[in-house]
């Protein structure tokens, strides 16, 4: 009798998560399938699950036109990674400094991390910021710099370490080790999972980021992916509601792929980001203080 | 059933002195150090734009030196003057808390729900799919959701019009998207904030389950006396985080209020915030102290249901007040 | 943790030394260093542009001939257009280096703002003297659509397709003659008369062809709110702000809104609309592309003229479709002929007034718009390696290679009295452009020009009224274009909320300063 309302329920959760993942799932398969089908169609049929008729048109047009994609995925791999891992070490730092007893002002400096959560000066200082200041238009650093630090991540991480017990580091110091080598060597091999999460959506502001590009990337060989991809399909829009900037091209404007073009660079964009999911999978499912506590 | 053991702040010793107190805080505000000074240089050194908002600015003479608007709250005049500025604000703080509440509650219940399938393979497939979302930008989800709600192009009406229905027009209905602005924001966030419960579940000490097992507590027990109170302060946290910006849309990120419904005139009534209003009204002229004066206006408004809502917190619940 | 600090420390040593091969070592690396003295004076020039291949090789050519015939060399940045205006708003407000920009009156970039505030280089001496036969080759009432206070304030580029308006409309061949439309009487018809005898037309092709759309109808364009020259009338300072005025009656700003032309034109809309000749969803769909693309409109706005009974030969299509396709045209012209206001600010060059090299930014124009083999090595690249003739004549670019995406109008003049500054194909249909193009630019020079030619409107005393009639416009303009909501009850309240959000005061305040300025004139 238990094992059969066990089974029920299993069932039951298990048909609600596929069903929910089928939501999650399914429009971008949509995607996926409008980036493949023959423009013709999607004019005259409508948008479909499965193209009527399949085509890689789109996929060749990014291509040739989007000058050196392997550059700008170099540029965007650079960016990501070093911006993310430096992201989750200062953000690790401030945070887990953040919940010590020791540091008494730490209430005073939450709330000096969480204001700019609310004001920020807008877009003409933090230009001159940028340019005028730290010199770092056209350069890859400010493609790293602006994501360097986010309060909002450090109270979200803060949090995580509240649950790192006290007597850890008790023992550690008891042990004679300094709080620097207690927070490299104990602290941070424990919150595996806060930095996987934390560092999961920081790779994907780093890897979506193309805004950042546009206002101040002007070498076309430091330019991201994400920048590229974008800037084609700008492009493109953008001559069709200009028509009377470019008259004498319309025709030739309306030939190019453009839905099915900006359904591939959305999967182009999308597609390699996706796969790190699984890589990072494992750390999610470690708790924060199994184990050690025990020891 | 009081679990949490937080850190409680060990008393300092009456013999310490503050030197010693400065010794044992200096490896932390080593630690500090890069996180400060780039929040100071990032965000704090360009935050003397607020004054953008009661300037005339222009370039020549910079922020500092522009002169001052006369008068000092002309920049703020043109949203309070604006016909729809009850609309929008209704609208802002409308969305906003339907879908703080609707995130929390949907992301709680799916991490908690994930906390019990036992099989890993499937774990981690349903997280992934439900974590998809959060990869997209609002363009690619209105491209999605234009080809899902198109008249004549789209699989609903498709599927509508296939079972011999007739075809909705989406787009031209102002109350349809009462409905579809939530269901988008709860479909891209969702898994964001499931992940971050989840992974914050992980860090449940499984003695508390063991230790509740065996004093025969039932599923939904556990739930309720060790899961929930655990999870108490990321909620909070995160709550805190809403609240501060809820007088701009979801979360601070009111592109897709945009995007998503096309910027269609005939949907405003419904579609319309305080930063699409802003955007629009500002775009033709480019004002750069308006802009910044409803910002400003914002953020005070946010400073002050935060600081209020810190306030009652503290008072319950001192652990876990933001501050 | 030892490892995950190592290893964080290896990767950025490691991914550094890999990417310094990309980092700039010097800026004048994108624009190709190579030829002669290095000190030549570098001009930055920003247009908008999606990224380029094999820029560097062409850009290297160019600047070879730059560097030889004006001791300077070109480094051209192509900024996102969606973020152009943006970013060039940032460099101007916050004091940037820049040398040469494009520079427009629409799309947020603000020429005229910009002008007023004295970020641009007053060219007006400059351009007779370093820029002669730019200069002269422009028709007068350019100059005087990018003056603010009588000095100029940009180089105008201008274009193939010449630069006096004259508006009609474009109906399918196929179904013109299958119902016996008789298009020509549409010739020089006031629009809204223009309108009602193309309704009963649109319900004829419908009935044989359910599956078109008459007329095109879309959340950004409105036929009234975008076109004042469809309604006789011309926007005073940016159109998107009330007040314009009857070319008919010239000295008045009036709220166009306010107009008989805007009432009827909404009652027809609504008409077309509950008879089904437009689309449902017009008031809030953006992209029309899909529409045009499958050729599904029967008729269509067209700007292109001459028209079919001016030169009957010509061979057109409708909106982005091929020539030789089945959507062919036939198109009537409804208009007067006049330059706008707006014509020379609608593609422009701007130099920076800070800029340490006016003299060589003007310079470089010069050469742009007179050496047509640098001219069109950037907009086309090189012949046989970018782009050819095919064997019926016609121009093609060659897949993956150099080209510039359209944008030649960026940089320089694409019209050029020998022809030689565009890529026409080379069979008779290259010929009928060239003709036509002649015919254009002939009109232009004795078109007449809008009245309020080199009127610029300061918004600032008005900006809350500004900002709160725009969004009030942005909201209601749209369904009263597309038909979507009755007219009879909408209108009055789109006028009063306007009334509500001041368009008095911004009529009163336009009044006011065109006075000003026609006294000035005078």
């Known amino acids: 009798m238990i094992l059969r309302k066990l089974n029920l329920s299993k069932i039951t959760l298990h048909l609600m998560f596929i069903t929910m993942s089928l939501a999650f799932i399914l429009p971008l398969i949509l995607v996926v399938s409008i980036s493949f089908t023959n423009e013709k169609w999607l004019m005259l049929d409508g948008y479909r699950f499965w193209p009527k008729e399949f085509s890689t048109a789109a996929?060749?047009?990014?291509?040739?036109?989007?000058?050196?994609?392997?550059n700008a995925y170099g540029v965007t791999i650079f960016v990501t990674v070093v911006g993310t891992l430096l992201h989750l070490l200062i953000t690790a730092m401030l945070s887990y400094s953040l919940t010590r007893p020791e540091v008494k002002h730490r209430r005073a400096l939450t709330f000096f991390v969480y204001l700019p959560v609310l004001f920020n000066g807008g877009l003409v200082p933090q230009y001159i910021l940028l340019t005028q200041v730290l010199h770092l238009k056209d350069t890859i650093w400010v493609l790293i710099i602006v994501y360097l630090v986010s309060t909002v991540n450090v109270l979200i991480m803060k949090n995580f370490f509240r649950t790192i017990p006290d007597s850890l580091i008790e023992s550690a110091r008891m042990d004679g080790s300094g709080e620097i080598r207690t927070f490299f060597q104990i602290v941070l091999p424990l919150s595996k999972p806060a930095l996987a999460t934390i560092g999961l959506f920081v790779t994907i502001a780093y890897w979506n980021d193309w805004m950042t590009a546009s206002l101040y990337i002007e070498s076309p060989n430091l330019r991201p992916l994400q920048y590229l991809l974008q800037s084609l399909m700008n492009n493109i829009g953008y001559l069709q509601s200009n028509a009377q900037a470019s008259q004498s091209m319309e025709a030739a404007i309306g030939m190019l792929p453009s839905e099915g073009a900006r359904m591939a660079t959305c999967v182009l964009a999308i597609g390699p980001i996706i796969l790190l999911y699984p890589l990072l999978q494992k750390y999610f499912e470690k708790g924060l203080t199994i184990g050690a506590v025990k020891e | 059933m009081k679990v949490i053991t937080n850190t409680k702040p060990s008393l300092p010793n009456k013999s310490n002195r503050t030197i010693r107190s400065m010794r044992r805080q200096l490896p932390f505000y080593l630690m500090m150090a890069p996180g400060l000074i780039f929040i100071t240089i990032l965000f704090y050194i360009p935050m003397g734009g607020v004054l953008i908002a009661f300037k005339d600015y222009n370039a020549r003479?910079?922020?500092?030196?522009?002169?001052?608007?006369?008068?000092?709250?002309?920049?703020?005049?043109?949203?309070?003057?604006s016909d729809v500025a009850r609309t929008v604000t209704f609208n802002t703080l409308f969305y906003n808390l339907l879908e703080a509440v609707a995130v929390t509650i949907c992301a709680l219940t799916i991490a908690i729900l994930l906390n019990e399938v036992k099989n890993?393979?499937?774990?981690?497939?349903?997280?992934?799919?439900?974590?998809?979302?959060?990869?997209?930008?609002w363009i690619v989800i209105q491209y999605i959701l234009f080809s899902l709600l198109s008249v004549d192009r789209g699989i609903v009406n498709s599927a509508i019009t296939g079972n011999g229905g007739e075809a909705i027009n989406w787009y031209s209905e102002p109350s349809y998207w009462r409905i579809i602005?939530?269901?988008?924001?709860?479909?891209?966030?969702?898994?964001?904030?499931?992940?971050?419960y989840v992974a914050a579940i992980a860090g449940i000490n499984p003695d508390y389950y063991e230790a509740a097992e065996l004093d025969g507590a039932s599923k939904w027990q556990k739930i309720r006396h060790i899961t929930l109170p655990l999870l108490k302060p990321t909620i909070i946290v995160?709550?805190?985080?809403?609240?501060?910006?809820?007088?701009?849309?979801?979360?601070?990120?009111?592109?897709?209020?945009?995007?998503?419904?096309?910027?269609?005139?005939?949907?405003?009534?419904?579609?319309?915030?305080?930063?699409?209003?802003?955007?629009?009204?500002?775009?033709?002229?480019?004002?750069?102290?308006?802009a910044s004066a409803i910002g400003l206006y914002q953020a005070v408004v946010g400073l002050f249901l935060v600081l209020i809502s810190n306030y009652i917190i503290k008072k319950k619940d001192p652990d876990n007040a933001l501050f | 943790m030892k490892k995950f600090a190592s290893l964080l420390l290896s990767v950025t040593l490691l991914l550094s030394i890999f990417l310094a091969g990309c980092t700039p070592k010097d800026k004048s690396s994108t624009g190709g260093s190579a030829s002669g003295d290095d000190k030549l004076p570098e001009l930055t020039f920003y247009m908008m542009n999606s990224p380029v291949n094999d820029f560097d090789r062409i850009m290297k050519k160019a600047n070879d001939i730059i560097s030889k015939e004006i001791g300077a060399k070109l480094n051209l940045i192509m900024v996102d257009s969606s973020t152009y205006a943006d970013k060039m708003n940032l460099m101007i407000n916050s004091?940037?280096?820049?040398?040469?920009?494009?520079?427009?009156?629409?799309g947020g970039i603000n020429f005229f703002e910009n002008a007023a505030k004295g970020a641009y280089a007053d060219l007006t001496d400059l351009l007779p003297k370093y820029a002669p036969e730019t200069y002269s080759r422009i028709p007068e009432g350019l100059w005087d659509g990018v003056k603010v206070d009588n000095k100029i304030y940009a180089m105008v580029n201008y274009q193939q397709w010449g630069s006096a308006k004259r508006n009609g409309f474009g109906f399918r061949k196929d179904l013109v003659e299958e119902t016996g439309f008789d298009w020509q009487a549409v010739k020089d018809k006031p629009t809204i008369e223009a309108l009602e005898m193309i309704g009963p037309f649109l319900g004829d092709a419908l009935k044989k062809h359910p599956e078109m759309i008459g007329f095109e109808t879309s959340s950004n364009y409105s036929l009234f709110a975008n076109d004042p020259l469809y309604w006789n009338m011309e926007a005073v300072g940016d159109m998107s702000i009330p007040g314009w005025i009857n070319l008919d009656n010239p000295d008045k700003v009036i709220n166009q809104y306010e107009t008989e032309d805007f009432a009827k034109f909404t009652k027809i809309m609504?008409?077309?609309?509950?008879?089904?000749?437009?689309?449902?969803?017009?008031?809030t769909v953006k992209d029309t592309s899909p529409d045009r693309k499958a050729g599904k409109f029967v008729a269509e706005k067209v700007y292109s003229w001459p028209d079919h009974i001016d030169y009957p030969s010509q061979n057109l299509a409708m909106s982005m479709n091929d020539r030789d396709g089945k959507a062919t045209a036939l198109t009537v012209s409804n208009t007067r002929t006049m330059i706008p206001a707006g014509a020379g600010s609608t593609a422009a060059i701007a130099v920076n007034s800070e800029s340490k090299n006016i003299e060589k930014a003007v310079q470089l124009?010069?050469?742009?718009?007179?050496?047509?083999?640098?001219?069109?090595?950037?907009?086309?690249?090189?012949?046989?390696?970018?782009?050819?003739?095919?064997?019926?004549?016609?121009?093609?670019?060659?897949?993956?290679?150099?080209?510039?995406?359209?944008?030649e109008w960026q940089i320089g003049q694409s019209y050029s009295p020998t022809f030689n500054r565009a890529p026409y194909d080379k069979n008779e249909g290259g010929e009928t452009a060239k003709e036509t193009q002649k015919f254009i630019y002939e009109t232009d020079k004795t078109a007449e020009t809008s009245p309020v030619t080199g009127f610029v409107f300061d918004p600032s005393p008005v900006k809350t009224q500004v900002a709160n009639c725009s969004a009030v416009a942005a909201e209601m303009i749209p369904a009263l274009s597309a038909g979507s909501v009755d007219p009879d009850k909408v209108l009055p309240d789109f006028l009063k909320r306007l009334k509500t959000a001041g368009v008095d005061d911004i009529i009163k305040e336009k009044q006011a300063q065109y006075d000003a300025w026609k006294k000035a004139k005078k």
């Open chain 1, 59 to 70: 996929y060749q047009y990014v291509f040739s036109g989007a000058g050196s994609i392997l």
């Open chain 2, 181 to 196: 602005l939530p269901i988008a924001y709860l479909w891209k966030n969702v898994g964001y904030f499931s992940v971050l």
């Open chain 2, 238 to 290: 995160l709550s805190l985080l809403w609240v501060g910006k809820l007088f701009n849309g979801g979360l601070g990120d009111w592109n897709g209020f945009y995007t998503l419904p096309n910027d269609a005139g005939a949907l405003y009534q419904t579609t319309d915030v305080i930063d699409t209003l802003v955007f629009r009204s500002l775009k033709k002229i480019n004002d750069y102290g308006m």
């Open chain 3, 95 to 106: 004091g940037d280096d820049w040398d040469l920009a494009f520079t427009a009156s629409w």
């Open chain 2, 120 to 137: 890993k393979f499937l774990s981690a497939t349903y997280k992934g799919s439900i974590l998809l979302p959060t990869f997209l930008s």
């Open chain 3, 270 to 283: 609504r008409d077309w609309y509950n008879k089904g000749y437009v689309r449902k969803d017009g008031a």
């Open chain 3, 365 to 407: 124009i010069e050469l742009l718009n007179t050496n047509d083999d640098l001219y069109k090595l950037i907009t086309l690249g090189e012949e046989g390696i970018d782009y050819k003739y095919n064997e019926d004549g016609v121009y093609t670019p060659i897949e993956g290679k150099y080209n510039f995406n359209f944008n």
């Open chain 2, 61 to 81: 003479d910079g922020i500092f030196g522009s002169p001052w608007m006369d008068p000092l709250f002309k920049n703020f005049e043109f949203f309070f003057k």
